[in-house]
């Protein structure tokens, strides 16, 4: 019981501390993924199933505070194949957020960071189509691998974005 007491009382002052500090929100804050979006390794991840073109999809990751889907280990691409859901319009390919439309070859990742990690399909990717596919797709083939595919196609996406600071 005495036990019980010193420990409100240690909570209580630990309170009063920290408010007078202002060290309260720090106290009760993590990094969540918002309702709606998946953790995969410390990033959030959202299956958008409408079917949009790569440059759509990608304003409609940023409108949702994201980037289309940047994918940097095997694991996490096998997490992010699984993601869906809910059942909606089945497409098997998905818009990430690969991208060579600034320079053919040079392929960058909608959310800036650096590719190192890719997982093409044999033979992808090849800039089929005289020349004009520059935006990567998921889940490609028989081997659901990465294919560059003309931008604007319409399919589903996976959106990406950091957790947010949530506080309560
Ligand atoms: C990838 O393909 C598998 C098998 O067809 C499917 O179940 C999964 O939903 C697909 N993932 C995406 C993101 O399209």
Redesign the pocket.
């Known amino acids: 019981m005495m036990g019980m007491q010193r420990l409100l009382l240690l909570l209580c002052s630990l309170m009063l501390l920290s408010t007078a500090s202002g060290l309260t929100l720090r106290f009760h804050c993590r990094r969540v993924c918002p309702r709606g979006w998946t953790p995969i390794f410390g990033r959030c991840f959202k299956?958008v199933p409408t079917h949009l073109t790569w440059a759509q999809a990608e304003r409609n990751c940023l409108s949702m505070h994201g980037n289309l889907a940047s994918v940097h280990s095997l694991a996490e691409y096998h997490r992010?194949?699984?993601?869906?859901l809910r059942c909606s319009h089945?497409?098997?390919?998905?818009w990430i957020g690969g991208f060579d439309a600034v320079q053919e070859g040079l392929w960058f990742w909608a959310d800036g960071s650096f590719m190192r990690f890719t997982n093409w399909c044999p033979g992808e990717p090849n800039n089929a189509y005289f020349g004009r596919q520059h935006c990567m797709q998921?889940?490609y083939s028989g081997r659901?691998c990465w294919d560059d595919h003309v931008c604007n196609v319409r399919i589903?996406s996976?959106c990406v974005r950091k957790r947010s600071r949530f506080c309560g």
């Open positions: 299956y992010i194949q699984w993601l869906i089945y497409s098997r390919t998905a998921m889940n659901r589903p996976v």
